[in-house]
Structure formats: structure tokens, C-alpha cells
């Protein structure tokens, strides 16, 4: 199946420093990617809809400044925590469907973010 | 909107008993898709469902589409330890990927 990788899986970072977590489609163009937020036992919630060439489109009550994404290529969207603060710590997992509609959803490895 | 519960948030079962996930909507899902989470590790595509009434078999693990594509279930006889994890499923009316609230599932051995 087609590969989707999440580069870091674990970062510890200061309270006010930026961390920058990508995702890449290793075998497969995608035009959309997905970023999610998942606490501890708890489901995904998406956070964003990250659009190649365009504007990323935010669930409500994600902060847009905060959260920046940016989707360059059709193998490369990048999700940015600006002024980390420790309530942003969490689970941040990316997705990416494969070609054609209605088809499975595959996921980066995750990336578990410790802001200290 | 729409809105699609998962039950049972948590599922506590002997090793050998069988388990069921249930995902139910208020409104008509074109299709659906499920999910398995183990602890640490990211989504793992499952399964997907089209049709209406539709039954799909993997080894243990049966999956349903009810006939008016608003519930679907999951379920598992006899139950392993190997099947420890959150399943989830997962619907894209509008292209979005939107998740249920997840099923844990422990397994006593």
C-alpha cells in the first residue's frame, strides 16, 4: 500500500520555540493532506485540511496563526506549532488518501510533541 | 449536521469472548471506512463499506453496513490479545477524513 512518513516522531521543545513536523507521500501525489490532534485516549480530531497550492481550510476553533500549514508539493505538507506552550502538547498524526475517490486513508507515523 | 456515535467508548473482554463497535448515524453515509489503532502506533486501514446491507469477513473480524447505510458495526469472535487497540470508523461525506470517538478494546488473557 502506499506510504505516507511523518518526520519527527518524538520532539521536546521550550515554551515560546516553533516546532515544524512534515509529512510526505512517499509513493503517491496528494493533492490533500490531513492533519490531525489526538490527547491520550481520546479519538483524532481533525485539525486541518491541507490543500496543495492553496490555503489550508481549519476546523473551527483551530487557531490558523498558530498552526501553520503549508502544502508546497503533491508529496510534501508541513505543519508548524508557533509559540509552543505545554497545552499544545500532544499527538499530531498526518493522512493522506490515496487516488481516486472514496478510497483508504493512510497515516504518518505521528509525531508526539513535549513542549517544556 | 451530521453526526455519527461510536459505542462503546471502552470494552473490557476475556480472551476468547467475542466484541462488537458499533458506529451510527443521524444521517445517510455514502461510505464508511474502519480503522485499528494499536497503543502507541498510528491508524490502520481496515476495511471499507459501499453498498447497503453489505458484510465483509477478515479471518475473525466481520464488518456490517446496515441496509439504510446509517450504522455500521465491527465485530470480532473470539477475542485475542493481539486484537488490543482502539478501533475506529471513519466517514468522508465531504471528503474530509472525520473519525468516531473510538473503541478501546482490552483483552484479558
Known amino acids: 500500500g502506499a506510504v505516507v512518513s511523518q518526520h519527527p516522531s518524538r520532539v521536546i521543545c521550550k515554551s515560546g520555540t516553533s516546532v515544524k513536523i512534515e509529512c510526505r507521500s512517499l509513493d503517491f501525489q496528494a493533492t490533500t493532506m490531513f492533519w490531525y490532534r489526538q490527547f491520550p485516549k481520546q479519538s483524532l480530531m481533525l485539525m486541518a485540511t491541507?490543500?496543495?497550492?492553496?490555503?489550508?481550510?481549519?476546523e473551527q476553533g483551530v487557531e490558523k496563526d498558530k498552526f501553520l500549514i503549508n502544502h508546497a508539493s503533491l508529496t510534501l505538507s508541513t505543519l508548524t506549532v508557533t509559540s509552543a506552550h505545554p497545552e499544545d502538547s500532544s499527538f499530531y498524526i498526518c493522512?493522506?488518501?490515496?487516488?481516486?475517490?472514496?478510497?483508504?486513508?493512510?497515516f504518518g507515523q505521528g509525531t508526539r510533541l513535549t513542549v517544556v | 449536521g451530521q453526526q455519527v456515535m461510536q459505542i462503546p467508548q471502552y470494552q473490557h473482554v476475556q480472551e476468547g469472548e467475542d466484541f462488537t463497535t458499533y458506529c451510527n448515524s443521524s444521517?445517510?453515509?455514502?461510505?464508511i471506512q474502519w480503522y485499528k489503532q494499536r497503543p502507541g502506533g498510528h491508524p490502520v486501514f481496515l476495511i471499507q463499506l459501499v453498498k447497503s446491507g453489505e458484510v465483509k469477513k477478515q479471518k475473525r473480524l466481520t464488518f456490517q453496513f446496515g441496509e439504510a447505510k446509517k450504522n455500521s458495526s465491527l465485530h470480532i469472535t473470539a477475542t485475542q490479545t493481539t486484537d488490543v487497540g482502539t478501533y475506529f470508523c471513519?466517514?468522508?461525506?465531504?471528503?474530509?477524513?472525520?473519525f468516531g470517538q473510538g473503541t478501546t478494546l482490552q483483552v484479558k488473557p
Open positions: 493522512s493522506a488518501r490515496g487516488t481516486g475517490t472514496n478510497t483508504e486513508a493512510f
Open positions: 471513519e466517514w468522508g461525506n465531504t471528503g474530509k477524513l472525520i
Open positions: 491541507s490543500n496543495e497550492g492553496s490555503k489550508a481550510t481549519y
Open positions: 444521517t445517510t453515509l455514502s461510505n
